[in-house]
């Protein structure tokens, strides 16, 4: 059973800091992967997908990386301002089923002080 | 841009009521879903749904859960008879006709409070 992982669970970081966040997932036979943000008590909005085939996939000052092999993701975050303060989920599609069904980790509570 | 849209935002009920929570996907999505979320808790995957029927189902998605799509726009989630475990946030998604590799799309999610 796939599962994922987001260490830690908190991070807090001065403004203009550049971060990675991080995600792993146990089982390799993966679709894609995409990041989440989550603002609190709202809907999760779509930030990347990488295909299982890509390495990368970059949006503004985001970059998401993918590493199947070793079940490894990482989302880094250029120069963080404090309206990126929320909670980052990285979610896996399995590459078996007649459909998308993304399996979620539970996400990293990012908190950027001014 | 198109959005997904979820009604109602905010639902209590009486443990044992019905409820339908409903969800307009983005117009030309053919693949859809529901997730939840119990506070403090992952996002579950619950159901997909294309062609007019269940495309998977997880082990939380029984017989008190039913799904439907009752026109062009609408798709609805029932659950039957609640109990106070489904009280969580609930997710409906939608993806586009294509490739597996498509991104879901999430609405903003209904509160469900079950009393």
């Known amino acids: 059973k796939q599962e994922v992982t987001q260490i830690p669970a908190a991070l807090s970081v001065p403004e203009g800091e550049n971060l990675v966040l991080n995600c792993s997932f146990t089982?390799?036979?993966?679709?894609?992967l995409q990041w989440f943000r989550q603002d609190p008590g709202k809907g999760l909005t779509s930030l990347l997908l990488?295909?299982?085939?890509?390495r990368e996939q970059t949006s503004g000052r985001l970059n998401a990386s993918l590493d199947k092999s070793s079940g490894r993701s990482t989302l880094y975050i250029a120069a963080s301002q404090p309206g990126d303060s929320a909670t980052y989920l990285c979610?896996?599609?399995?590459?078996?089923?007649?459909?998308?069904?993304?399996?979620f980790g539970k996400g990293i509570t990012l908190s950027v002080r001014p | 841009e198109p959005e997904v849209t979820q009604t109602p935002s905010h639902q209590v009920t009486q443990m044992g009521q019905e409820v339908i929570l409903r969800c307009v996907p983005i117009?030309?999505?053919?693949?859809f879903y529901w997730y939840r979320q119990i506070l403090g808790q992952k996002v579950e995957f619950l159901v997909s749904?294309?062609?007019?029927?269940?495309?998977?189902k997880s082990e939380i998605f029984d017989d008190q859960f039913s799904v439907e799509r009752p026109d062009g726009s609408n798709f609805t989630l029932k659950i039957r008879s609640t109990k106070l475990e489904d009280s969580a946030m609930y997710f409906c998604?939608?993806?586009?006709?294509?490739?597996?590799?498509?991104?879901?799309?999430f609405g903003p999610g209904t509160r469900l409070t079950v009393l």
């Open positions: 117009s030309n999505h053919l693949y």
């Open positions: 990488i295909q299982s085939s890509q």
């Open positions: 998604a939608s993806r586009l006709a294509g490739g597996r590799g498509d991104t879901q799309y």
């Open positions: 979610a896996v599609d399995p590459l078996t089923g007649a459909n998308s069904k993304l399996t």
């Open positions: 089982d390799s036979a993966i679709y894609n």
């Open positions: 749904f294309y062609n007019n029927e269940i495309s998977e």
